[in-house]
């Protein structure tokens, strides 16, 4: 029922921007809290920025200043916009929703390579 499906991953340069978006179904979505984590090779999932259903945000202190986390209630979609790309953003970016009840449903995750 709940699909999250990640998009805009690629091959950027460090210093260049990328945004990817993470399009909702099946859920009412403008009252679900929505966040994006990432997985490099061989580490633990992290946190890299969290929106509330408000629009409260906050963000890893990694990329603070430079990713912004939004959200459009009318699309479903929630949006990370991410500046001033480093080699060590390379990951797999994972979008996470959290619903009245407390469960968490993830997209399959869209990759972001940062290299020269």
């Known amino acids: 029922q709940v699909q999250l499906v990640e998009s805009g991953g690629g091959l950027v340069q460090p210093g260049g921007s990328l945004r990817l978006s993470c399009a909702a179904s099946?859920?009412?979505?403008?009252?679900?809290?929505m966040a994006w984590y990432r997985q490099a090779p061989g580490k633990e999932r992290e946190l890299v920025a969290a929106?509330?259903?408000?629009?409260?945000?906050n963000y890893a202190y990694s990329v603070k200043g430079r990713f912004t986390i939004s959200r459009d209630n009318d699309k479903k979609t929630v949006y990370l916009q991410m500046n001033s790309l480093k080699p060590e953003d390379t990951a797999v970016y994972y979008c996470?929703?959290?619903?009245?009840?407390?469960?968490?449903?993830w997209g399959q995750g869209t990759l972001v390579t940062v290299s020269s």
């Open positions: 996470k929703l959290t619903s009245p009840y407390g469960s968490t449903y």
């Open positions: 929106i509330t259903a408000g629009g409260i945000t």
């Open positions: 099946g859920v009412i979505f403008s009252i679900n809290p």
